[in-house]
């Protein structure tokens, strides 16, 4: 029961919704100069193929507020996706993914590295979205064959045509695309073989359904035979347990990401753990 008061002022009654209206306000101006202020930052995630070696890792946007801590992306993205603001948050993303690609492409240690970063359908079909990764790519000298960008069954499904040409675009500067969360949208095999795609990714709800031997992996394996007719690369999310990735692996999956190997990290935790791990698979 809103009541407007004179011009456009609208008061509601009910002092809940008033003042969730109030914080979201607060949260969105917070949002605004989050960026300004230094306080988004980016953890690293491995990704990792079927030795174990490490590809890359998957980038993953916190917001480290200066009141309540670390915010995960869950609790913000929506609203930065309303506004529009993940435009710009997105771009930044790509900014240092891009420059980090760079840094590493000078070590040797590190050079063949790969990064993931999840693209939002509004930051995707944004006019201007292809130039600007182009000029990214282009500032950083960053190689876009280690360039992956995640896209969502939603995103794609939307504006196809569109989607596509954008797609072949980004695919002829030499960029990778996974699409994200599989197995949770409607993406049929007829028009899944119309997208330049890369990989697949396992939505982690269907590796969750793995842990117990006796469980049917019908539909992991529905996926992954999918996945090998459109000849993609298919990695697993959320990958817990050795024994998933062992199932995983018997039913053709190649590469794994999850908190077995590692949660996603600060940039510098994961830097060392490439290291370790390089070091620790190396013959003796
Ligand atoms: P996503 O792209 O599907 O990312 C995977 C999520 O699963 C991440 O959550 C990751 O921390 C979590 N995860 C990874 N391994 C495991 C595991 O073994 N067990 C469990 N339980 N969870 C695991 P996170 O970091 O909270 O990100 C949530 C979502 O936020 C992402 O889902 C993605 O959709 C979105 N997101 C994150 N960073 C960005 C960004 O830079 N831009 C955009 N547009 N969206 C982002
Ligand atoms: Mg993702
Ligand atoms: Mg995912
Ligand atoms: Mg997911």
């Not at 590190?110 to 979205?129: H, I, M, P, T």
């Not at 960053?142 to 954008?166: G, Q, V």
């Not at 969360?181 to 899944?192: E, M, R, V």
């Not at 990695?235 to 590692?262: D, K, P, T, W």
């Amino acid at each position: 029961q809103a009541k407007t008061e004179g011009r456009g002022i609208i008061r509601f009654h009910d002092a809940g919704i008033q003042q969730r209206l109030e914080e979201r306000a607060f949260m969105e101006l917070e949002l605004r100069q989050a960026a300004e202020r230094d306080e988004l930052v980016l953890y690293y995630q491995p990704q990792v193929g079927n030795n174990d070696k490490v590809d890359g890792a998957e980038v993953l946007l916190r917001w480290q507020h200066p009141q309540r801590g670390l915010i995960p992306p869950m609790d913000f993205i929506p609203l930065a996706e309303e506004t529009g603001l993940i435009i710009g948050i997105g771009q930044w993303v790509l900014e240092q993914a891009c420059a980090q690609l760079a840094q590493w492409q000078q070590d040797p240690a590190l050079a063949e590295l790969s990064l993931a970063v999840n693209v939002s359908a509004r930051q995707f079909s944004e006019a201007g979205f292809v130039q600007q990764v182009a000029d990214i790519l282009h500032a950083t000298g960053a190689n876009p064959h280690r360039l992956k960008l995640e896209l969502t069954e939603s995103t794609l499904l939307h504006n196809m045509e569109d989607t596509i040409a954008r797609m072949q675009e980004l695919q002829q500067l030499g960029v990778q695309f996974s699409l994200d969360d599989f197995g949770t949208g409607y993406a049929s095999l007829q028009y899944l073989q119309r997208l330049p795609l890369d990989q697949l990714k396992i939505d982690r709800s269907f590796v969750q359904g793995l842990l117990s031997g006796d469980s049917d992996p019908a539909i992991v394996r529905a996926i992954i035979a999918m996945g090998q007719a459109l000849h993609l690369e298919v990695i697993a999310e959320g990958v817990e347990e050795r024994s998933q990735q062992q199932n995983l692996a018997l039913l053709g999956c190649s590469h794994y990401q999850g908190y077995l190997f590692s949660a996603p990290v600060p940039l510098a935790h994961f830097e060392q753990w490439c290291l370790q791990h390089h070091n620790a698979s190396q013959p003796a």
